[in-house]
């Protein structure tokens, strides 16, 4: 586990210097192309450390807004809350803030920095279909993936990628309908830049769908097993995928920047999000838990 700690650090740091070299590599082209000088490099730094702060401050707050999820405390729904504290006792970890989204969909996730700062949330179908037992394990798999600092790493993948995809979009439009100042010795350069922007325009989804599915899979594996620990019943949770699984109820609210927190993959019943689930088939992780026992 506390390697795994040391890893999630450690990608966290990885992708911020990723995004911060992809918008001085957008710079440079558009100091070039554009003909606007390399002035245009301070600015550049200062977005991307500015969508850096965002994301690693304020990054919870937007997944939380994006899927409708409401703060409650414990007079509000003490049975959930009061399952919460209680895990979280026993696994000697902070209270996070809990949230509940107005949806019959089956489905949890939690989100955050770190667990001083972090939130879980979970939807009203989940708790209403689950037993006791059911819910516990997948609250217990939410509070690991927070005490495992996995919070931390797709939290900042939300918002770093979706700004890769928006700045790639900014560049291939600046390419057709800002013009640009082309002298006639740039012109072969122009052409070039702009399958740049076209290709970047195009491949920057898949970049980040590949991102999280890289960062994704065995999280997920890692969380049941410590959640499983944390309740020392692996069964409820085994019980609770295998519900979570049959139901095709999707998350409205859910997108693909936020599907990769959720406990299992929101878009019920989409081939499409399929191909490029983050989240390893609920046989191969209820069979795993199953093995535990």
Do not use: W
Request: charged share 20%.
């Amino acid at each position: 586990m506390y390697s795994q700690i040391d890893s999630n650090k450690r990608k966290t740091m990885l992708l911020i210097m990723i995004f911060i070299a992809f918008i001085m590599i957008l710079a440079y082209i558009g100091a070039e192309y554009l003909d606007y000088g390399y002035g245009i490099m301070p600015f550049a730094i200062i977005l991307s450390l500015g969508m850096t702060m965002v994301s690693y401050f304020k990054g919870d707050k937007i997944a939380l807004k994006s899927t409708g999820a409401k703060e409650i405390q414990k007079e509000d729904n003490p049975y959930v809350y009061r399952m919460v504290e209680n895990l979280c006792i026993t696994a000697g970890m902070p209270m996070p803030k809990v949230h509940i989204i107005d949806s019959p969909a089956l489905n949890a996730f939690a989100t955050g920095r770190d667990p001083e700062h972090a939130s879980i949330a979970v939807t009203t179908g989940i708790i209403s279909a689950l037993k006791n037992e059911e819910l516990e394990g997948v609250i217990a798999h939410e509070l690991s993936h927070i005490k495992n600092y996995d919070i931390r790493v797709m939290t900042i993948v939300i918002v770093l990628v979706g700004a890769i995809a928006l700045l790639s979009d900014m560049f291939f439009r600046i390419r057709f309908f800002g013009g640009g100042r082309d002298s006639d010795n740039k012109g072969q350069l122009g052409a070039v830049l702009a399958v740049i922007g076209i290709v970047l325009m195009i491949v920057s989804p898949l970049i980040a769908e590949l991102i999280k599915l890289a960062v994704s899979r065995k999280r997920e594996y890692l969380a049941d097993a410590s959640g499983s620990l944390l309740t020392r019943y692996p069964e409820g949770l085994a019980r609770a995928l295998e519900k979570i699984s049959q139901s095709n109820t999707p998350l409205a609210t859910a997108n693909s920047a936020t599907a990769h927190l959720f406990i299992s993959n929101p878009f019920k019943g989409k081939k499409i999000s399929s191909l490029f689930s983050t989240h390893p088939p609920i046989e191969d992780r209820v069979n795993k838990l199953r093995g535990m026992a």
